[in-house]
């Protein structure tokens, strides 16, 4: 059954860095495009960054330059590697494909906070 888990979140000051992993089973991995979503308190899930199979990696503005994406093909792993941490990152973190979606899991809590 293709499921989604995701896992390494906790609580961090700011400044501070975790790295989130991403397991998917089935042939989920087998797409193109996967991402790093997140939901922050009272705000709909927002796609953060994303990642082709050939390792192409794209960000959204706010933040780029402190998380970086990667995955392993073969392991059917994604990561999240979040430096610079902010308060306004605190959100539940989940992965998903891009163009196709599975059954999302129960993501990972970030918080930032001093």
């Known amino acids: 059954q293709e499921q989604l888990v995701e896992s390494g979140g906790g609580l961090v000051q700011p400044g501070g860095s975790l790295r989130l992993s991403c397991a998917a089973s089935g042939s989920i991995f087998s797409v193109n495009l996967m991402g790093w979503y997140r939901q922050r308190p009272g705000k709909q899930r927002e796609l953060v960054a994303w990642?082709?199979?050939?390792?192409?990696?794209n960000y959204v503005d706010s933040v780029k330059g402190r998380f970086t994406i990667s995955r392993d093909n073969a392991k059917s792993v994604m990561y999240l590697q979040m430096n610079s941490l902010k308060p306004e990152d605190t959100a539940a973190y989940y992965c998903n494909g891009l163009q196709r979606y599975w059954p999302w899991g129960q993501g990972t809590q970030v918080t930032v906070s001093s």
């Open positions: 990642i082709g199979r050939g390792g192409d990696t």
